[in-house]
Structures are given as structure tokens and as C-alpha cells.
């Protein structure tokens, strides 16, 4: 028998009775981050609403707004470069230049040396809309179909600052999820454009495994992936082989965990975890953002 509608994903525990985790335990709205991960037997409420066929990837560097009828062209243009660290992790690689893109429109991507990337128009502080996400989890996928429109949008009309945190949620028992997420995150940490760091990401996303039980995310895939978007040079792929940001992904990840990110997806809006029902469409996720504006 079929799940019905709308059922929590997955239907049954994972390998050894454990559930996948992401999917945080709702929060009331207005009410404090989750505390502490639950015990043992905590079932993460999945059940995000199924997402539209992924429409919108069409590759290369141009996004579709389909809410705003809007298509955004990422420019590849070095407009500040910084000099950072790439971590404090041995092996991370050092120091890195990471480029900030231009979003036509007028927002910038900008990636960040912890390996996120914050999104918004120059002078543009709040709202702060922080995503969580593993390229390994299928609701992260979902998420990122249904709202990544609608948030590009709003950091291009100035309305909002969209900072996006890939991170490794699965523990190293859970695999092959836990490879496929450090090797994907790992290799948009090589990245260092931030035009090209939204467009690898969303590639990323067009090839996600189907389930925490398939494996993806392979390094001769991650590098066709890239190669439509022009990221095809030696110290790019040297980095995705050898996982040179992998050590980074971690330390990171854990930062996060500590913090209170029980699970992927999350959001936060100026450090409030919002509740599942804040993310249910698009229409809700913009009305908490504008909520806190």
C-alpha cells in the first residue's frame, strides 16, 4: 500500500531502527530554539508538503524566479576579493580568495571562509534568514525546490539577508548518507565564487540521491557536475579529489549542532529556529521573514 498524502518521510525507521536526522521537533511560533537533542528514541517529524518536479534548474548560471516571473543572471565578476583562512583544520588548504558574485538585480553572493555564503543587496543587514541544510537529506531537496525562489527574490528586491550553511548532519554510522554529504559540501566549499557557488549548489541539488540509502555524490560526478558552469581548473579539481575542505565540513557542522541545529532543513530568522509551520509553502516562509523585518 502507498503512503498516503503528506505522510512523514520516511515511512518506516531507517537501517537498525534509526531514523534519518533531519526534520527538527516543531517549534511554537515565537517560542526559543530547540535545546538539546532528544534521547535515542526521538522520530524527527518529517512531512514536509510534496515538492514541485524540480522545474527551474536549467543549468549553467541563470536562475528562474518562478513566483516573481523573474530570471536572475549570475554574473561571474570579481567586485571584492578577500584574502581568509580556509580553516583552522590541518589540511584544509590554507588560505583562500573567495570572490564576490554579482546577482543581476543588485544583490551580491558572497562566500563566506566557514563555507557558507550570505546573499543580499550592499547594505542589506536584516532580516537574517540563516538555511541549514545536507545535500544528503531529501527534505533539504524539497525545501530547496519550493523556496529558493521565493528567497533569492527577496535578497534581491533588499528585502531580506539569505545565508545559506551547508552542513554534514549524519553521523559517520549512517551511510553511505554521510559520505555522499561530506563529499558534496566539501567540494562547494572549492568554490570560491560566489556566483558560481549559488550555481554549483543548485546543481548539487538537481542531482541528489533519492534517498539516505543511495549512493551520489561520487567525485568524477561532482566534477560533470561542475563543468557546465565553467569550473573546470586544476586547484578545483585537486580539491574536490582530495576533499581538502572535508576536516572543515566537520568541525563546522558540529559548531552548528552545538548551537542548537537538531536537524536539516532549519531556519532561522534573526536567531529564532522557526516552526514547520513557517515553512510549509512559500508564502508562509515570506510572511515570518517579513514578520521580523
Given at each position: 500500500m502507498g503512503?498516503?498524502?503528506?505522510?512523514?518521510?520516511?515511512?518506516?525507521?531507517?537501517?537498525?531502527?534509526?531514523?534519518?536526522?533531519?526534520?527538527?521537533?516543531?517549534?511554537?511560533?515565537?517560542?526559543?530554539?530547540?535545546?538539546?537533542?532528544?534521547?535515542?528514541?526521538?522520530?524527527?517529524?518529517?512531512?514536509?508538503?510534496?515538492?514541485?518536479?524540480?522545474?527551474?534548474?536549467?543549468?549553467?548560471?541563470?536562475?528562474?524566479?518562478?513566483?516573481?516571473?523573474?530570471?536572475?543572471?549570475?554574473?561571474?565578476?570579481?567586485?571584492?576579493?578577500?584574502?581568509?583562512?580556509?580553516?583552522?583544520?590541518?589540511?584544509?588548504?590554507?588560505?583562500?580568495?573567495?570572490?564576490?558574485?554579482?546577482?543581476?538585480?543588485?544583490?551580491?553572493?558572497?562566500?563566506?571562509?566557514?563555507?557558507?555564503?550570505?546573499?543580499?543587496?550592499?547594505?542589506?543587514?536584516?532580516?537574517?534568514?540563516?538555511?541549514?541544510?545536507?545535500?544528503?537529506?531529501?527534505?533539504?531537496?524539497?525545501?530547496?525546490?519550493?523556496?529558493?525562489?521565493?528567497?533569492?527574490?527577496?535578497?534581491?528586491?533588499?528585502?531580506?539577508?539569505?545565508?545559506?550553511?551547508?552542513?554534514?548532519?549524519f553521523g559517520e554510522a549512517t551511510q553511505p548518507a554521510h559520505d555522499n554529504s561530506l563529499r558534496a559540501a566539501a567540494a562547494l566549499r572549492c568554490v570560491t565564487d560566489g556566483a558560481h557557488w549559488l550555481s554549483y549548489q543548485d546543481a548539487l541539488y538537481a542531482h541528489q540521491p533519492p534517498n539516505e540509502s543511495a549512493t551520489g555524490y561520487l567525485t568524477r560526478d561532482l566534477l560533470s557536475y561542475a563543468e557546465p558552469l565553467g569550473l573546470t581548473s586544476d586547484d578545483f579539481t585537486s580539491c574536490v579529489k582530495s576533499q581538502r575542505h572535508a576536516a572543515s565540513v566537520k568541525t563546522v557542522s558540529q559548531g552548528y549542532v552545538s548551537s542548537g541545529i537538531q536537524g536539516t532543513p532549519s531556519v532561522r530568522v534573526n536567531g529564532r529556529t522557526l516552526a514547520q509551520s513557517d515553512t510549509e509553502s512559500p508564502d508562509a516562509l515570506r510572511r515570518a521573514i517579513e514578520a521580523a523585518a
Open positions: 503512503n498516503p498524502p503528506n505522510a512523514p518521510w520516511p515511512p518506516q525507521p531507517g537501517r537498525g531502527g534509526q531514523q534519518p536526522p533531519y526534520g527538527p521537533p516543531p517549534v511554537p511560533p515565537g517560542g526559543p530554539a530547540p535545546g538539546p537533542p532528544p534521547g535515542p528514541g526521538w522520530r524527527p517529524p518529517h512531512g514536509m508538503p510534496p515538492a514541485p518536479p524540480p522545474g527551474r534548474r536549467g543549468g549553467g548560471l541563470v536562475i528562474a524566479l518562478v513566483g516573481g516571473g523573474l530570471v536572475l543572471v549570475l554574473v561571474v565578476a570579481a567586485v571584492v576579493v578577500l584574502l581568509v583562512r580556509g580553516g583552522d583544520d590541518e589540511g584544509d588548504g590554507g588560505a583562500q580568495q573567495l570572490t564576490v558574485g554579482k546577482i543581476a538585480g543588485g544583490a551580491e553572493a558572497t562566500p563566506l571562509a566557514d563555507g557558507s555564503l550570505t546573499m543580499a543587496r550592499p547594505g542589506v543587514t536584516a532580516p537574517v534568514v540563516d538555511i541549514y541544510e545536507d545535500f544528503a537529506c531529501p527534505p533539504c531537496g524539497a525545501f530547496d525546490r519550493r523556496h529558493d525562489p521565493m528567497l533569492k527574490q527577496l535578497a534581491v528586491e533588499g528585502r531580506a539577508k539569505v545565508v545559506f550553511h551547508p552542513m554534514l548532519i
